[in-house]
């Protein structure tokens, strides 16, 4: 009966892979969930959740990812500096025009868990503009969705 119990990962025995998706002509919204999953590591039979088990995404084409419906002009982001009256917002719309690799890290950061744990995974996400990444000494395997 000993060999029934749950086995859970520790985190210098999990492996991390390397993955490379394109964005260009993807939802948003899609795109972020499935990043999430495999960032966290949940497409692992391993997986663990208190562990960071998940793999490094290179997440190129930001620019060209979609907005479906009006939320290139309807969808607010919001950032506060702490000091009164110092709260700022901006349009989806131009925060992709400006910096497009920004939208699909707040995407990704909200599904990812909302501790240490989360941070930590969120670091390996990495967000390229064009479809050149400097990562390919690590010969990341293409993902798709």
């Known amino acids: 009966m000993d060999n029934l119990k749950t086995r859970s990962v520790k985190a210098e025995e999990a492996a991390h892979d390397w993955w490379v998706i394109s964005a260009a002509g993807q939802p948003l919204g899609r795109l972020a969930a499935r990043v999430a999953s ?14 960071d088990c998940g793999d490094f995404i290179v997440v190129t084409d930001a620019a060209q990812v979609l907005l479906t419906g009006n939320k290139l002009t309807q969808k607010i982001y919001y950032r506060h500096s702490g000091y009164p009256g110092a709260l700022k917002s901006e349009q989806a719309g131009h925060l992709l025009q400006r910096r497009p690799e920004e939208l699909i890290i707040r995407a990704v950061r909200g599904m990812l868990p909302h501790t240490s744990l989360g941070r930590k995974q969120l670091k390996k996400l990495k967000v ?10 690590q010969r990341p395997r293409e993902l798709s969705l």
């Not at 390229?128 to 000494?137: K, N």
């Open 38 to 51: 495999v960032l966290r590591g949940k497409h692992k039979p391993t997986f663990t959740p208190h562990t």
């Open 128 to 137: 390229y503009t064009g479809s050149e990444h400097p990562h390919q000494a």
